[in-house]
């Protein structure tokens, strides 16, 4: 798809990658990536959420294509990448955040780059705080949207009740496949039935998991991304990678994003947040931006979680064509 309607006005026109291949990055598994904009223009990695979400041509958009040389990739397991995280048997165990970090640098290195602009939103910003304290020196600035950093209360927020209190009719259809003795423990529950190769087993799971993600991305409801969401093979990789990663706390210390700020002291940043974000509730931002002060914070005052809402990719824009000059 070229992009939400809404968005027409905000972003650049659509183009297509002059470039795409299938990196491998080992453990049997291989990384979609794809180039688009100026091939000797300004690097810049724009890093999808989920995890499992995988990259959509309407990414390449947030930058202007004159200026930037866009580099998209769908992480292992999701979007184009193989082995399909949808397929009965899939394989979890070599995919982690820190999997991740080495295929993000891997990629930059084998493309040529010396050094990049990190865009991530949602898990995206996870990953894109991971890579930047692992290897500072790579990034040249750092655009970060709906922070989340996988700290046990945002997961519990989400999904062990919390949310609910905003959405309880849609959190009964998330607890519905789950009998109740298992409802404490949401995301263990959910795990066994994502990570058993028996499709009636793991397709409603995978479903509902996705819906209730995708039915409160958005400050309004909005159906095509809940029916884009719940397709069948999609879901299935979603979920369970999502899954994965949040049952292991994403392979990271209690707080480590933002206790080790320090590392991205002198990188330019800006944190954009949605007032109304229930996904990634702005008490994150907030906590990131009092520990690293110097990183412009941008609050969307009518705007929930989605990269697609109207404030929020207004406030993406702007911060790239500021670092564009840069």
Same mark, same amino acid.
């Given at each position: 798809?070229?992009?939400p309607a809404?968005?027409?006005?905000?972003?650049?026109?659509?183009?297509?990658?002059y470039d795409s291949?299938?990196l491998l990055?080992?453990?049997?598994n291989?990384?979609?990536?794809?180039?688009?904009?100026?091939?000797?223009g300004?690097p810049?990695v724009f890093?999808h959420?989920g995890?499992?979400?995988g990259?959509?041509d309407?990414h390449?958009?947030?930058?202007d294509?004159?200026v930037y040389?866009i580099v998209?990739?769908?992480?292992?397991g999701c979007?184009?990448?193989?082995?399909?995280?949808?397929?009965p048997?899939?394989?979890?165990r070599h995919?982690?955040t820190?999997?991740l970090?080495?295929d993000?640098?891997?990629?930059?290195?084998?493309?040529?780059?010396?050094?990049?602009?990190?865009?991530?939103?949602?898990?995206g %910003? !996870? #990953?894109?705080l991971?890579?930047?304290?692992a290897?500072? $020196?790579?990034? @040249?600035?750092l655009?970060?949207r709906?922070? =989340?950093?996988?700290?046990r209360?945002e997961?519990e927020?989400?999904y062990e009740g919390?949310?609910?209190a905003?959405f309880p009719?849609?959190?009964?259809?998330f607890v519905?496949?789950?009998p109740?003795?298992?409802?404490?423990r949401?995301i263990?529950?959910?795990h066994?039935?994502l990570?058993?190769?028996?499709?009636?087993?793991h397709?409603?799971?995978a479903?509902a998991w996705?819906?209730?993600?995708? %039915? !409160? #991305?958005t400050?309004?409801?909005?159906p095509?991304r809940? $029916?884009e969401? @719940?397709?069948?093979e999609?879901a299935v990789? =979603?979920a369970?990678?999502e899954n994965h990663?949040?049952?292991?706390g994403?392979?990271?210390r209690?707080?480590?994003l933002?206790q080790?700020?320090a590392?991205?002291r002198d990188?330019?940043?800006?944190i954009?947040?949605g007032?109304y974000d229930?996904?990634?509730?702005?008490m994150?931002?907030w906590d990131?931006?009092?520990?690293?002060?110097?990183?412009?914070?941008v609050?969307v005052p009518?705007?929930?979680?989605?990269?697609?809402e109207?404030?929020?990719?207004?406030a993406?824009?702007?911060?790239t064509?500021?670092?564009?000059?840069l």
């Amino acid at each position: 798809m070229s992009g939400p309607a809404l968005l027409e006005d905000i972003l650049y026109p659509p183009l297509d990658p002059y470039d795409s291949g299938m990196l491998l990055v080992g453990d049997g598994n291989r990384v979609y990536w794809e180039q688009s904009g100026n091939p000797d223009g300004k690097p810049v990695v724009f890093l999808h959420g989920g995890p499992g979400s995988g990259s959509a041509d309407w990414h390449r958009r947030f930058f202007d294509p004159a200026v930037y040389r866009i580099v998209l990739l769908d992480q292992r397991g999701c979007g184009r990448s193989t082995p399909h995280a949808s397929v009965p048997d899939a394989d979890l165990r070599h995919n982690t955040t820190w999997h991740l970090v080495a295929d993000l640098e891997l990629l930059r290195k084998n493309l040529g780059i010396d050094a990049w602009q990190v865009f991530g939103g949602s898990w995206g %910003s !996870t #990953l894109a705080l991971a890579y930047a304290q692992a290897y500072p $020196a790579a990034v @040249t600035q750092l655009v970060l949207r709906g922070v =989340f950093t996988l700290r046990r209360h945002e997961l519990e927020w989400f999904y062990e009740g919390g949310a609910a209190a905003l959405f309880p009719d849609l959190w009964e259809d998330f607890v519905a496949p789950i009998p109740v003795l298992e409802r404490t423990r949401m995301i263990e529950a959910y795990h066994r039935r994502l990570s058993d190769p028996d499709p009636a087993v793991h397709l409603p799971a995978a479903v509902a998991w996705s819906r209730w993600e995708a %039915s !409160t #991305l958005t400050l309004l409801p909005d159906p095509d991304r809940v $029916a884009e969401a @719940t397709e069948p093979e999609h879901a299935v990789a =979603f979920a369970r990678i999502e899954n994965h990663f949040f049952l292991h706390g994403g392979w990271l210390r209690e707080g480590q994003l933002i206790q080790d700020i320090a590392a991205l002291r002198d990188i330019p940043a800006v944190i954009v947040q949605g007032r109304y974000d229930v996904c990634t509730p702005a008490m994150t931002a907030w906590d990131l931006h009092r520990a690293w002060p110097e990183a412009e914070f941008v609050m969307v005052p009518d705007a929930g979680h989605s990269v697609s809402e109207p404030g929020i990719a207004r406030a993406l824009r702007a911060a790239t064509d500021r670092f564009a000059a840069l």
